[in-house]
């Protein structure tokens, strides 16, 4: 029995580098589908390209417009290969509108002197954090186990916009890169922390670099990813988050975004 | 007598959202222009755009093969304009070759709560601070008064990736968005810091946001910006690093840049 993570990130190629994608109810957002999951399903079409160099080293996706429920055509070109990268562009349309665009890197992982200097944020185990569910009509997330240790959705107003929780598929389903590109997505808007309440809020561009090896992707099979997210600076109809996802003590990737947002200022 | 910088960033405005422009000796690298030279020559184009929507939010530049020095063609292209922001997308053409991709979101900054997280870094004052000159085969630096606090090229073996250092045009220019792209990409590969030496290394991929209003940048004027960068993850030729530039206590921009790197173990 397939995953619904699996069906909703099926594309099927055609010729030229299209791929032909369908949005699935499961992974539906407030407006559309969430953009991790479009994200995502970039990401699962651009590896079974018959020219795919190596792995996914970078995704950047703009959300140039909501993507609506239904069919959309994802065009992909490959730019430059490199001896040991890769450039893509793309773009997804829907009715020959063009809804989002973007580039990936995709390259050989090789040998070399390595270190993290990020540091992860400190968290009891997953066990002793009660897992929580988001409102119905956050659909997506039902599809996440979710379990906050600092910053959930529905917390009072605070002072610091950051989350941090372990995430994980429900029902469980071993990691790869489009999960990867899909839970860099999972954090809401940072500005839903600052006020205790939601507002209009969404994703213009998001940037993901995936640090993870396929042989780390393997160790962490599924068990629980630490994903951490805070905010920047906030001002003038929008705001800059950064996420962190780990699995042990390997940061398997980091992600960034700017986020609209309208307040009763605006 | 115009500034060097805006001699750098001239473009000619063709039909059709094509821009025609010359790299310019003074800000070269090692090999080709500085990659920031080129971030910056592509804010200037999509800024004299006749459709432009609003300033720049965010900019994503792939430096998919080297730049060589001569004429570039920047074919920038306006996917969709909603209400308060728009979505560009560009690619650089040497001799008929794609040697970068990119896209862009400029947006109207409209008035709404403000607030930052990211916490500013500890400095003395720029004039305490000794002025230091890169060797001369980095031609661009020679074009930055450059002061550091932490984190020089060419300081020993550290543990730490941080470099933070008064930073401002050589002479003097007042600050702008194009200034902000370049400044940006102002930070050494941060693998430098941590063997004490060079070693062969690139930009990827470079995603800036621009949070500076232009009320904020005029405030700035010419005074230096405080720069601060960090690596995330290092490992199989690659490596994450982010940055931030303060103009006083504002947060001016945040960006991010996956690096290729190579290493005796490469």
Aim: zero cysteines.
């Amino acid at each position: 029995m397939s995953h619904v993570f699996d069906e909703a990130i099926t594309v099927q190629a055609q010729s030229n580098g299209v791929f032909h994608a369908v949005t699935h109810d499961a992974y539906n957002n407030m407006v559309g589908p969430f953009g991790g999951i479009t994200a995502a399903t970039v990401v699962n079409a651009l590896q079974q390209h018959p020219d795919v160099l190596g792995g996914p080293l970078a995704l950047t996706i703009n959300y140039a417009a909501p993507v609506a429920n239904g069919t959309l055509d994802l065009r992909t070109s490959i730019v430059r290969t490199n001896r040991t990268n890769q450039h893509w562009t793309f773009t997804i349309e829907q009715e020959g509108e063009v809804v989002s665009t973007g580039n990936a890197v995709f390259g050989v992982r090789r040998e070399s002197w390595s270190d993290t200097e990020a540091v992860k944020p400190s968290a009891p185990p997953p066990e002793t954090v009660a897992a929580v569910d988001f409102p119905e009509f956050i659909a997506w997330a039902r599809n996440y186990e979710k379990r906050f240790v600092v910053g959930g959705l529905g917390d009072d107003k605070s002072p610091d916009s950051t989350s941090t929780l372990w995430l994980r598929d429900l029902p469980e389903r071993p990691l790869d890169y489009p999960s990867l590109a899909s839970m860099a997505d999972a954090f809401f808007p940072r500005v839903f922390l600052r006020h205790g309440t939601y507002m209009p809020a969404g994703t213009i561009t998001l940037t993901t670099y995936f640090h993870a090896t396929p042989a780390e992707l393997a160790t962490q099979g599924s068990d629980h990813v630490l994903g951490t997210a805070q905010a920047g600076r906030f001002g003038n109809g929008h705001f800059d988050q950064s996420s962190q996802l780990w699995g042990g003590d390997v940061l398997l990737a980091t992600s960034h975004q700017l986020v609209y947002f309208k307040d009763l200022q605006g």
